[in-house]
């Protein structure tokens, strides 16, 4: 079953659940990504981004209800807080939202809703959306850095054309909205590619799309006609039927090309019959209500993983995950009973990871910083080995014979992370194998009776190494004959 929040587990087990993102793993080049001085930002092709001089720093406005929104200061760091309706947020502060938070441009012309996907039909497993906002520049109306997700921009001007700067990790665009009504929506999800393989880089490292994970960008008009302004070239699209749609990504891609579309895609707007979104929309609007009343939104995810509802679970660990609160996620994946709580824990990290360049290095800082009764849990490597058992595994990988040694090898692991990644990863290769009930919380003599389950069903499929044949015992010389 794909609901909203397990619309993840298809593009986290392979990537080819995203249409023309290859299967190759992006290469780490510490030499390659040295510390340089700060420099603009560029396309895959090296061209500069748009610039204008900023003119204002006025705020945009929040104009959903309190709790479906939340902001942090990027600047002054601290956590996620809710906000009331009508109220302001100044420039460089993120705003996240789990479902249709709504903001406005500070002079009203721009209206953008933070967007999820409830039914999982959309190509992108969006689960939640996060911007940056930003001083406008010079002629522009609305500016954000898109850090994740699905944001619908709706041109909201009395009349005349408005525009849009969407800036991102490489590049920024202009989407100009050519009338009022105008509506165009830009989702961007990041992915790294199964078989990657973790390099902590020196502080200061500048970030390009080597090494970062692959970012997919999609902009789709659902009404009126938007210009696209971008530094290599301009493309104009309109609402289906005509060229609606225009895709890219930062590894191995094509010149994006405008796509043609006779209609509008179903997963676009969402149908309260929709078995996915009749049973996750009440959740959400549940967890509106609570981060609405907790002044600390940890505390409302919280509450959520001690659920009797599966829904709200799953909401709780992807919730903290979004929200930075690593730690506490952790605990809950720990003393949680659920296995969802686990199963689902491990695609939260999954989706974390690929948010953008960086964040897989701040989650390397905050495992070499983990404790357990006062006691680091994990070494540098070991670390680095447990960020690879998340990015998973490429198609040459899962034929090799060598994986499956590795993972069975981990099923024994004192540390219970490794041995819950690599019971994720087995039932996935080995869908069969579920039914040996191998729990990584076991106790050790209940783990060692499932583990040899384990190896004898990884036998029986041939999927570990050939045995060395043992060696022959030496032959003895004839004693020489005596005088």
Request: one cysteine or more.
């Amino acid at each position: 079953m794909r609901s909203w929040w397990r619309g993840l587990a298809m593009a986290a087990v392979a990537w080819t659940g995203i249409v023309g993102c290859g299967s190759e793993a992006p290469k780490r080049n510490p030499q390659a990504s040295a510390p340089s001085s700060p420099a603009p930002a560029v396309t895959v092709s090296g061209a500069p981004a748009p610039s204008a001089p900023a003119v204002s720093s006025e705020s945009v406005k929040v104009l959903s209800s309190r709790g479906t929104v939340l902001v942090r200061h990027e600047n002054k760091g601290g956590t996620y807080r809710t906000i009331d309706k009508e109220s302001s947020v100044g420039p460089d502060q993120t705003i996240l939202s789990f479902h249709d938070g709504v903001i406005a441009s500070a002079n009203g012309k721009v209206q953008a809703t933070l967007r999820s996907d409830l039914s999982g039909k959309n190509p992108l497993p969006v689960l939640e959306s996060a911007v940056v906002t930003r001083t406008p520049s010079s002629g522009v109306d609305l500016e954000l850095k898109l850090s994740r997700g699905r944001v619908d921009f709706v041109n909201t001007a009395k009349e005349g054309k408005v525009t849009v700067r969407i800036v991102g990790p490489f590049t920024s665009s202009d989407l100009v909205l050519a009338s009022p009504g105008t509506r165009v929506e830009v989702e961007i999800y990041g992915r790294w590619l199964p078989g990657s393989r973790f390099a902590a880089l020196p502080e200061n490292t500048k970030y390009v799309p080597e090494n970062s994970p692959v970012l997919r960008w999609m902009v789709l008009v659902l009404k009126g006609e938007v210009e696209i302004q971008h530094p290599l070239s301009s493309f104009s699209l309109k609402a289906p039927p005509g060229n609606a749609l225009i895709q890219a990504q930062t590894i191995n891609s094509e010149r994006p090309v405008p796509e043609h579309l006779d209609a509008l895609p179903d997963w676009v707007n969402e149908d309260p019959k929709d078995p996915e979104v009749a049973k996750t929309k009440p959740a959400l609007e549940k967890l509106a209500a609570a981060l609405a009343s907790h002044g600390d939104p940890s505390k409302a995810f919280e509450e959520f993983s001690q659920s009797k509802d599966p829904v709200e679970r799953i909401i709780a660990v992807y919730g903290l995950a979004a929200i930075d609160e690593l730690e506490k996620m952790f605990v809950i994946i720990r003393s949680s009973k659920q296995e969802d709580v686990v199963d689902e824990g491990i695609i939260a990290l999954r989706h974390y990871l690929g948010r953008g360049p960086g964040v897989d290095q701040a989650f390397y800082k905050f495992l070499m910083t983990h404790q357990i009764n006062n006691q680091p849990v994990f070494k540098a490597s070991q670390a680095e080995a447990l960020i690879d058992l998340i990015y998973g595994f490429n198609e040459e990988q899962k034929a090799q014979p060598t994986t499956y040694s590795y993972l069975l090898k981990q099923l024994s692991n004192k540390r219970q992370a490794f041995r819950g990644l690599a019971i994720w990863h087995l039932e996935r290769l080995v869908p069969d194998g579920q039914k040996i009930g191998y729990d990584p919380t076991d106790e050790e003599p209940a783990r060692e009776l499932s583990i040899k389950k384990w190896r004898d069903k990884l036998t029986e499929l041939k999927k570990l190494p050939e045995p060395l044949p043992a060696a022959k015992p030496p032959v003895a010389k004839p004693a020489a004959p005596k005088p």
